[in-house]
């Protein structure tokens, strides 16, 4: 016991002489004290010249909770339809109904595609779509059970927040009983995108038609006390500040102490090609990884954090498991969102080829399924 304890104070002792920026190491101090982190440290977080001290806290923090683990699963992204009335100026996804390129699947397509890719493997489905005006509560019901009967050991992960506040208006159900009725049908998790950036100032100028921060974090909370895990997102590299990235953050935690329900944070990396802000550059490595870091010491109360190598590319992907993240996502299969703005990443990878990242970045490959619990450990 005496020598663990020394271990550990000569580690923490290595890290704090490591740091070269003494604001960073008043922020190493409250960590290795187990104090929480207040939005002004995690402001020192994110705006450190100090990189590698900065990662050698996210490293620390994510070594305590999983050792050299890193999460994946095999799941497959689906998406129903790309006809949306939002019209997000980040999003180079979306259609109009009348374009020659929007589409609908109906559930027996849905099935289909994911019947055509090796679906007794696959424990997760991802299944979003877009505010599609046309279908009604009945195509909702009807898309979970055919995906559910095309793949039946996979979770469904399905429709984010903002569709979850469309489909219960359109039907004029309460988000409970949408929940209730959708769960019934083969939901097992929420995703966690259509947060983007929790700032009005942001919403008004990249996405005013989208549901504000409170409705999606409402949403989220009614998926808790109904018991459906969910997850979390950020969208940045636009037009954000570093404070709007930590109050992002703090609502965020601030949430999850009340309800519990969301199991990992992804931060999504803007992508601005084909979409209506394409003159940004989007952010750069040092950002990207400052971001992941940040989020893992400020989201003391969110299990996971992925890094979503869609959006990261594999190498950064993989230097990113030392900045505090623990979770590859998926195989994915075929990708649609981030590619039509620009990703230069494959549409999907084999659980060989996301094995042998994690076991080349130095860690241990667990697969997981929709709730991480380990499916099987190399
Ligand atoms: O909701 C849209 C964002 C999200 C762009 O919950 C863009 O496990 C970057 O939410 N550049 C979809 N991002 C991805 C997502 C996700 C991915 C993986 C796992 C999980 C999970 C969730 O991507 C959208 C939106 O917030 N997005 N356009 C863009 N140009």
Not at 307 to 330: N, R
């Amino acid at each position: 016991m005496m020598t663990e304890r020394s271990n550990e104070s000569d580690k923490r002792r290595i890290a704090l002489d490591r740091i070269t920026d003494p604001a960073l190491a008043a922020v190493a101090q409250k960590f290795f004290a187990r104090e929480r982190l207040d939005e002004a440290d995690g402001l020192v977080c994110l705006e450190t010249r100090d990189l590698l001290g900065l990662g050698q806290l996210a490293y620390a923090a994510r070594i305590a909770r999983f050792g050299k683990r890193a999460f994946y699963v095999v799941n497959h992204h689906l998406n129903y339809t790309n006809i949306c009335a939002n019209a997000c100026k980040f999003c180079a996804f979306h259609r109009t109904a009348d374009s020659t390129d929007g589409y609908l699947l109906s559930p027996g397509e849905a099935a289909s595609r994911i019947s055509a890719s090796a679906p007794m493997e696959l424990k997760e489905v991802h299944l979003v779509g877009a505010i599609n005006p046309e279908p009604d509560f009945s195509y909702f019901v009807d898309l979970l059970a055919a995906v559910k009967k095309a793949a039946p050991r996979a979770e469904l992960k399905a429709f984010t927040a903002v569709e979850i506040d469309h489909i219960a208006r359109r039907a004029g159900l309460s988000w409970e009983e949408c929940l209730t009725t959708l769960r019934a049908a083969g939901l097992s998790a929420l995703p966690g995108g259509g947060a983007e950036v929790f700032s009005e100032r942001v919403r008004q100028m990249l996405f005013p038609s989208k549901i504000s921060a409170e409705t999606w974090l409402a949403v989220h909370a009614t998926a808790h006390r109904l018991g459906i895990g969910t997850n979390a997102t950020l969208l940045f590299g636009h037009l954000e500040t570093p404070t709007e990235t930590i109050k992002h953050f703090a609502r965020l935690r601030a949430q999850q102490d009340q309800t519990r329900g969301f199991r990992a944070f992804i931060p999504l990396v803007f992508h601005p090609r084909n979409t209506e802000m394409a003159h940004l550059p989007g952010p750069t490595g040092v950002e990207i990884l400052k971001v992941i870091a940040t989020a893992r010491l400020m989201l003391d109360n969110i299990p996971h954090i992925k890094a979503y190598w869609i959006m990261l590319g594999l190498k950064l992907a993989q230097t990113a498991l030392h900045f505090g993240a623990d979770d590859l996502e998926g195989t994915i299969v075929h990708e649609k969102i981030t590619h039509e703005a620009g990703a230069t990443t494959s549409v999907g990878l084999s659980r060989k080829d996301l094995e042998e990242l994690i076991v080349d970045a130095g860690f241990q490959p667990v697969e997981r399924d929709t709730f991480h619990q380990t499916v099987a450990a190399l």
